[in-house]
């Protein structure tokens, strides 16, 4: 007969919870990088003063200001790690996420740039406008995309500008930048 009492031994028991323990963290990690880090420190979106070549970017930390009116930006939103995109929205958010009143401020228009062709557009109710790839676009590490964003600023505000990204399995990735609109 077998003497079970050899697996209540010490070594045994520290060896198979390390094993588990090894099992369980690498899921754990995975989890981690694609729902904190991944999601919303992949892309970056920054204002540019125009479309390349020799465009200049304008620093993260600083507001992009406009006054009240219509305007067309420039901007990138560019990836850190590589991703795949197939659909994108750009809409203006208040300093607790909640969308903007397009009374206030509203993406007008939204185009591509050079190789980044843009399917249909959809105007959406809460100030935004969506667009969907034809394919999925792969963006390579340090891959931009270049857009003009169409705004039209009605009142004074400040918050933040957003780009969503949507993969093709509709996992959904996020940049955002500092928003202002100047009173007259």
Not at 22 to 45: C, D, F, S, V
């Amino acid at each position: 007969m077998y003497d079970w009492g050899v697996l209540r031994d010490a070594g045994w028991v520290q060896v198979i919870l390390a094993l588990l323990g090894i099992g369980g963290l690498i899921p754990a990690l995975r989890w981690i990088w694609r729902w904190t880090i991944y999601k919303n420190q992949n892309h970056e979106l920054r204002f540019i003063d125009h479309m390349p070549p020799g465009h200049n970017e304008e620093p993260f930390s600083v507001f992009k200001s406009v006054p009240m009116g219509e305007h067309e930006l420039s901007c990138f939103v560019r990836s850190r790690y590589g991703s795949k995109i197939k659909e994108i929205n750009f809409r203006f958010l208040n300093a607790d996420l909640s969308n903007v009143s397009p009374e206030v401020v509203h993406v007008k228009t939204l185009g591509g740039w050079n190789n980044n062709r843009l399917g249909a557009l959809d105007i959406d109710t809460e100030g935004g406008i969506e667009a969907e790839y034809p394919v999925v676009r792969v963006l390579s590490p340090n891959e931009a995309l270049y857009f003009r964003v169409g705004v039209s600023a009605k009142q004074s505000w400040s918050g933040q500008l957003s780009f969503r990204a949507k993969d093709d399995t509709g996992f959904r990735m996020f940049a955002r930048h500092p928003f202002r609109v100047l009173g007259a």
